[in-house]
């Protein structure tokens, strides 16, 4: 089976753009997670949705948005974009059972830089 | 708020020496723990995981034991090798029911351990 998926790899922008990012979780997941790892720090967590609808926030500005489609896949869109959010960005999907829900499988990230 | 320290790095080791790296937590209630290894240029892989007080995790040589009385998960492996180079995250959960962590990943810094031949 696949794992998650994230594109696109890597990604260039200027300050002021927005960007989109999207992740398509292990098949049968329904819970999506964002999380920001600036450079030699520990991943930050952005949002959490499940089945939709959002089920957490962290501390992020309302530049940072998120949504989940009907096929459970997800996008982040970052707007007005800033030099401090050039990040790798991680998601990570969790499945269904009571065993597995706090298991969280991430993706390889997508590398956004901000010139 | 939940927490996670983890001793800062780099860590240098030799080949096949013993390997700690500390880890302890804030949070309210029994939080999961987890270890999460990620290797250059690559996303996190789960390395182990306890769900409850005095839980043992163990994954290709390395455990952790879920300490509540010191609230610590300290990493470990008896013999590393080179291909054991890469950053190891702490991290921890909060349980259903609960605030703060709820649902998602708090993370420590991070600790880069580098294995030399």
């Known amino acids: 089976d696949a794992g998650v998926t994230q594109s696109p790899t890597h990604l260039i922008k200027t300050r002021g753009q927005h960007v989109t990012l999207r992740c398509s979780p292990i098949s049968g997941h329904k819970s999506v997670s964002w999380y920001q790892q600036v450079l030699g720090q520990g991943p930050q967590f952005i949002f959490q949705?499940?089945?939709?609808?959002?089920?957490g926030r962290g501390n992020f500005p309302d530049r940072f948005s998120a949504r989940q489609f009907p096929n459970y896949s997800s996008e982040l869109n970052v707007n007005a974009l800033l030099l401090g959010d050039s990040a790798l960005y991680l998601c990570?999907?969790?499945?269904?059972?009571?065993?597995?829900?706090?298991?969280?499988?991430f993706g390889p990230g997508t590398r956004l830089t901000v010139l | 708020g939940d927490s996670v320290t983890q001793m800062e790095g780099p860590v240098t080791l030799s080949e096949e020496a013993f390997l700690t790296i500390n880890c302890t937590y804030t949070?309210?209630?029994?939080?999961?723990l987890f270890w999460y290894v990620q290797y250059p240029g690559e996303g996190l892989q789960l390395l182990l995981k306890?769900?409850?007080?005095?839980d043992k995790g163990s994954n290709k040589g390395f455990e952790a034991t879920y300490r509540k009385e010191t609230t610590s998960f300290h990493l470990e492996k008896g013999s590393v090798q080179v291909s054991d180079s890469a950053v190891y995250f702490c991290?921890?959960?909060?349980?259903?029911?609960?605030?703060?962590?709820?649902?998602?990943?708090?993370f420590g810094k991070g600790t880069k351990l580098s294995v030399k031949p």
């Open positions: 949705y499940y089945e939709k609808e959002e089920r």
């Open positions: 990570a999907s969790s499945g269904l059972r009571q065993g597995d829900r706090n298991e969280q499988f």
């Open positions: 306890a769900t409850k007080a005095d």
């Open positions: 991290a921890l959960m909060a349980p259903e029911g609960y605030g703060g962590s709820q649902g998602n990943l708090i």
């Open positions: 949070a309210t209630g029994y939080p999961s």
